[in-house]
Each structure stands twice: as C-alpha cells, then as structure tokens.
C-alpha cells in the first residue's frame, strides 16, 4: 500500500495539470481518479497476486505528466529511472526517444524548403539529456560492471531462450497464432497431411517449442514486426509532435510490444490499458477503443486467480469497475451531447456476450463436465485466445483513430 502513494502521487499531478488546462477539470480528474485508483486489474495483480506494479505504474504516469507539462528533462530522468526499476518498460521507450528528440532537442526555424518548415537540432539539450540519463544507468549497473556481472544481468534481463510465449499465453497475435497452428496439426493428422503433434505449445510448460505446420517464430522475427507496426505511429508523432499525439503513440507502442513481443507476460497490458486512462477522459472518441481493452485485458488476468475460493473476488471486482467505467461516461455523454463513441456497436456487443460466456464455461462448467483431467490447459487457451481477439480488435481501432483522424484533443 506504501508503494502505491506514488500511484496516487501521479494522479493528484494529472489532477493539476488538467486545472491548469482546462476550465471543465472537475470531470476528468475525478474520471481519471476512479480509472486509475481503482483499476480492478491493479488489484488483481498488486493486492491478491502479489507484484508490485503500482509505484512502477506510478512512476510512468507521473513521467507521462511532466512530458505533458513539458518539463522535458524531469520526465526523461523518471522514464529512464523506471527502465531499471523494470526493463520492460522499454516497450514504450521508442515513443519517449522520438517524442523527446523531436521537440526538445530541435528548434523551429524561420526557414522552409519546398513549403515545409525546418528545425534546427540543438546540440545542448541533446547532451544534457544524454549525460542524465546515461548517469542513472551508469549508478544502476555501474556495481554489476565493477564486480564483472553485467553478462549475467543482461541474459536475465532478456531470456530468448524462454519461449515465444509464456506458459498462459499472453492474449496477443502469437496466442492466434498458436492456435491456428494446432487446428492445422489436428485436422492435418486426421487427414494424414501433418505428422502428429508433439510441439508442447500449450503445455504449461516455459521453453522454446516449435510450431508444426506454420513457419517457428525467431526472436529476431518478432523484434521486426514490432518495429514495422510501430512505424506508423511513430512517423506521425516525429512530423506533428504535439502532447497528445505523444500519448496515443505511446499506447501504440505498448500495443505493439505487447502483440507481437518475444516471451510477453499477460500483467504488460496493463502498460496499455492504464496510459489509455488519461486519453479516454480527454477525447471521448477513444471510449469505444477503451472499454476493448478494458474488457478483454482485465479478463485475461483471471487465470492469475486460479483458487475457487478467489472467482467471486475477480468477478466482483470487475463487474464493479466495468459498471463505473460505463457509468461514467454515460453521465458525461448525456451532459455534453456526444453523439459518437459512448455506445457499442452490435458486433462489439456481441464480442463482449462471447467473451462473458466463455468464461462462464472455463470457470463453472469445464470442470463440473469432467474434463480437468485430459483437458487441462483447454480453459487457458480458451481465455487467451478470445481475449486476444479484442485486444487485437482495439489495436486496429486506435491505430485508425490516430492516423484518420485529424482533430486534436488538450491532453
């Protein structure tokens, strides 16, 4: 609970920002507030599966706040901090660097060449920031060095002999993946087409396995992928470098990473959905995108609360945050006359019915049907993959909002 005063310290910042920002602030900090504080996947994970993400999230927010305030050189040094509290904030780290390159160390210029106007790069800012942030990485791993470790830090810091996926596959594009290369196996097999399977992929078990009839998956393959889904983004946030464009490339990033990562833990959606909680409040065209993620993420963390005696604590806690999430922005909809995003279409409704029922089957009716035994892994698989429909499905939605839309919104 101690750690998370810096959670809490993160907010009351936004807090002030936005009151310094926008005459209407009352809504937004408290929405903000209720999104953030009581994310019913930080409980999860913090209070009842035992991590501590809430100062590590904590610092983030705060680090987004201050770019926000433009008080550049404070949020570099809390990010880079954070980057050796956690490495896997580097996830996000290209939307940092680029942001940071872009407006802090370039300055506009009276100039234009072909009716584009130039920047100037500025050597000083770049060093400055450089020095900073190489210091806090020098006094991280500077005793690791002394003592002739840092081999053995870095082969921890990045296992790729772990796996393309963990054990309970993260809901991404590898757990479809997945699948669609068992489905061939087995209808394969049947056929007499594929040899049959033996490629533990959804064994449980931490390791690299190999797929059977679709292509293996190097570490070097995903790296790529992930750098070309991110290209979008990034290339619109280095030609219009403003706060919220910072933002959303920054989610896009983290949804990147998370989709097409090597070895991605289920509990990094949260680096999406907890940043999308400062969008969301901002610009109400993003609810739709929101409540995706919200929905398909928190409940890929169920597995995390395996014990019967803990289904009614994470059902609850979901319904509850579910409920104030859409009760929120209904209130503020019928305030302001929004007459687009607080409504779900038939088919993102349906998605939602689908997902609910599939885990009505893996909690109450997979066991009580006797098939724990033979089919142990079947409601892990079956979580995975239907959440990560709608992640994937919340991707493809914020990536259009981001390049389509040209409207901007105050962050």
Not at 377 to 389: D, E, Q, R, Y
Request: charged share 10%.
């Amino acid at each position: 609970m101690v750690a998370d005063l810096i959670l809490l310290y993160a907010v009351i910042e936004y807090c002030k920002h936005q009151r310094s920002i926008d005459e209407q602030h009352e809504w937004s900090s408290l929405s903000v507030s209720i999104l953030v504080l009581m994310n019913c996947g930080l409980l999860i994970v913090d209070h009842i599966h035992f991590q501590y993400n809430g100062f590590l999230f904590g610092i983030l927010l705060l680090s987004v706040t201050r770019m926000l305030q433009d008080r550049y050189v404070e949020a570099a040094c809390l990010f880079a901090a954070l980057l050796n509290f956690k490495h896997i904030f580097i996830y996000v780290a290209p939307a940092y660097f680029l942001y940071l390159l872009r407006i802090h160390c370039f300055m506009s210029s009276s100039g234009s060449v072909n009716g584009i106007h130039t920047r100037r790069f500025l050597p000083l800012p770049f060093i400055q920031l450089g020095i900073l942030v190489v210091a806090i990485f020098i006094a991280s791993f500077g005793p690791f060095i002394y003592q002739g470790q840092l081999g053995q830090v870095l082969s921890r810091l990045f296992p790729f002999k772990r796996g393309l996926c963990h054990a309970y596959w993260a809901p991404n594009f590898w757990a479809m993946y997945n699948l669609l290369d068992k489905l061939m196996t087995f209808f394969g097999t049947i056929l007499g087409l594929a040899p049959s399977s033996g490629s533990g992929l959804a064994s449980g078990l931490i390791g690299e396995h190999y797929h059977q009839v679709l292509p293996s998956v190097s570490p070097l393959v995903t790296m790529v992928i992930t750098a070309l889904t991110m290209t979008p983004c990034l290339a619109k946030l280095w030609l219009q470098p403003t706060p919220s464009h910072f933002l959303k490339a920054l989610i896009l990033c983290a949804y990147s990473s998370f989709l097409f990562g090597w070895h991605v833990h289920e509990k990094a959606i949260m680096m999406i959905i907890l940043p999308m909680c400062f969008l969301v409040v901002k610009d109400h065209r993003y609810f739709n995108t929101f409540l995706l993620i919200s929905t398909s993420g928190h409940i890929s963390l169920f597995p995390l609360l395996f014990q019967p005696a803990e289904t009614l604590i994470k059902v609850c806690l979901f319904i509850a945050y579910s409920m104030m999430t859409f009760a929120l922005f209904k209130i503020r909809s019928q305030k302001s006359g929004w007459t687009y995003g607080c409504t779900l279409s038939p088919f993102q409704l349906l998605y939602i019915v689908v997902l609910l029922l599939v885990q009505v089957y893996c909690t109450f009716l997979h066991g009580g049907l006797g098939f724990l035994k033979r089919y142990e892994f079947l409601p892990l698989l079956m979580t995975s993959v239907s959440c990560a429909v709608g992640v994937v499905w919340s991707w493809l939605l914020c990536y259009h909002d981001f390049l389509a839309n040209q409207k901007e919104c105050v962050v």
